[in-house]
């Protein structure tokens, strides 16, 4: 290889590098451009996590904690809605809030969880769950059918006062899985707690915000995915087996 052949390569490579180098100073001005304009004109106070370009129309993907909105490259205009693809069905939307939504499971503080085992308990799930909401009542009479099972409940008291009093009372009790159940699934209020017990569930109020958890039931599988809401037999039986 001659010297001109090879200056002329270095050229080349230089030249590409550049290129890449430029475009990704551009892409940053880009992004921190729709990041001040979507913080002070739309999401004051809140957290942008991202900011990606799409492959779809010029669209900008602007994440705001677990939620998926889009803009232009100039931020003058916002998309609010979901990118399904007509010909496959496929909703890219949703796809992005299921990955955006999940967590570390092992971040969970399990202690603060009244545990239940069905079978072998091989397989993990936790459960956001308020002790009068209806639908985490029907969750919990079909999560006693399923074999295999370790389920921690974390009891969100978000709807009442009585809930906060019927999550004491369970959690004072000598044995709080029983006392759960017995609630939950039977209809048999536990037994008041004494006054020297101690009981806070601050700390759930606090994961629940951190989590963007907003009603109950929620269900988080060992990937750190969840199910918001109460799921059928079916989609529930699909995420478990999904999980490796």
Not at 2 to 17: D, H, V
């Given at each position: 290889?001659?010297?001109?052949?090879?200056?002329?390569?270095?050229?080349?490579?230089?030249?590409?590098?550049?290129?890449?180098?430029?475009?990704?100073?551009?892409?940053?001005?880009?992004?921190?451009?729709?990041?001040?304009?979507?913080?002070?004109?739309?999401?004051?106070?809140?957290?942008i996590t991202s900011i990606k370009k799409t492959p779809?129309?010029?669209?900008?993907?602007?994440?705001?904690?677990?939620?998926?909105?889009?803009?232009?490259?100039?931020?003058?205009?916002?998309?609010?809605?979901?990118?399904?693809?007509?010909?496959?069905?496929?909703?890219?939307?949703?796809?992005?809030?299921?990955?955006?939504?999940?967590?570390?499971?092992?971040?969970?503080?399990?202690?603060?969880?009244?545990?239940?085992?069905?079978?072998?308990?091989?397989?993990?799930?936790?459960?956001?769950?308020?002790?009068?909401?209806?639908?985490?009542?029907?969750?919990?009479?079909?999560?006693?059918?399923?074999?295999?099972?370790?389920?921690?409940?974390?009891?969100?008291?978000?709807?009442?006062?009585?809930?906060?009093?019927?999550?004491?009372?369970?959690?004072?009790s000598t044995n709080r899985t029983a006392a759960w159940?017995?609630?939950?699934?039977?209809?048999?209020?536990?037994?008041?707690?004494?006054?020297?017990?101690?009981?806070?569930?601050?700390?759930?109020?606090?994961?629940?915000?951190?989590?963007?958890?907003?009603?109950?039931?929620?269900?988080?599988?060992?990937?750190?995915?969840?199910?918001?809401?109460?799921?059928?037999?079916?989609?529930?039986?699909?995420?478990?087996?999904?999980?490796?």
């Open positions: 290889m001659n010297f001109l052949t090879t200056k002329i390569k270095c050229l080349a490579l230089s030249a590409g590098l550049f290129s890449i180098l430029f475009c990704a100073v551009n892409a940053s001005a880009q992004e921190s451009l729709i990041k001040k304009r979507i913080q002070e004109r739309v999401v004051q106070g809140e957290n779809f129309s010029g669209l900008y993907e602007v994440q705001v904690g677990n939620k998926i909105v889009y803009t232009d490259s100039k931020a003058r205009y916002l998309f609010i809605g979901r990118i399904i693809d007509i010909e496959t069905r496929q909703d890219y939307t949703q796809d992005r809030i299921e990955e955006v939504s999940k967590i570390r499971f092992s971040d969970l503080p399990l202690e603060k969880a009244i545990k239940k085992v069905n079978g072998k308990g091989e397989r993990v799930i936790a459960v956001f769950s308020d002790p009068n909401c209806g639908y985490c009542k029907r969750l919990e009479s079909m999560l006693k059918g399923v074999d295999n099972l370790t389920v921690y409940v974390f009891p969100l008291n978000i709807l009442s006062e009585k809930s906060r009093t019927i999550s004491r009372n369970v959690w004072c159940n017995a609630w939950m699934i039977d209809g048999t209020p536990p037994d008041e707690a004494s006054s020297n017990c101690v009981y806070s569930d601050e700390e759930i109020l606090l994961l629940a915000r951190q989590y963007e958890i907003t009603g109950t039931p929620v269900i988080f599988f060992k990937d750190g995915s969840r199910i918001t809401g109460m799921p059928s037999a079916e989609d529930f039986t699909d995420a478990l087996s999904a999980i490796r």
